[in-house]
């Protein structure tokens, strides 16, 4: 039974092989540090079978969003500054992909945001796709893509809501 459960040490971070070096060493070298630090989580999907062995992960944070970057339908909804919950990182493991990982990790770091809303209060979920599939990829799930660059994505918190069936 797949599961996603917090970064420790008892994880295989070293086997971790996305094909992106740069998610690939954030994962071995940086995470367990930002955890940590405070500065992010990172949680990652297991197999019950293979506890140990990563089979994704997903990376979030908090975040200070200037409103005016936004759309503008949205953008004058709020104040000039606001929080909101980043995406920071997203990533499944080569032998896994194209098996709807990725949407399992993404609908978890939705319902995460949803529970800072919740508690703290945000605007939104964010994300920044490192390319334009990728930014295709997040659209799928309501993300909307903001004026000022096509590849930073914004999921607004009412949309957030729909998305989860959660009024």
């Known amino acids: 039974m797949l599961r996603i459960e917090s970064l420790s040490r008892r994880h295989h971070r070293e086997g971790f092989d996305c ?3 740069d998610l690939n060493n954030y994962l071995r070298h940086t ?3 930002h955890i940590d630090k405070g500065l992010s989580r990172t949680e990652i999907l297991v197999d019950d079978e293979a506890p140990a062995e990563i089979l994704g992960y997903v990376t979030m944070s908090l975040a200070e969003i200037v409103t005016d970057t936004l759309p503008p339908r949205y953008a004058k ?3 000039a500054k606001a929080h909101g919950v980043k995406l920071a990182r997203l990533a499944v493991a080569q032998s896994r992909q194209r ?3 990725g949407a399992l990790m993404i609908i978890h770091a939705m319902r995460r945001a949803l529970q800072v809303a919740d508690s703290a209060g945000i605007i939104g979920l964010f994300v920044d796709a490192k390319d334009e599939a990728a930014s295709h990829y997040y659209r799928r ?4 893509a903001l004026p000022d660059d096509p590849h930073k994505l ?3 918190l009412a949309t957030l ?3 989860l069936g959660k009024r």
């Open 31 to 33: 995470a367990r540090q």
């Open 77 to 79: 909804q709020y104040p």
């Open 99 to 101: 098996q709807g990982l």
């Open 141 to 144: 799930f309501g993300f909307l």
């Open 161 to 163: 809501r729909q998305v």
């Open 154 to 156: 914004f999921l607004p």
């Open 19 to 21: 094909g992106n070096p």
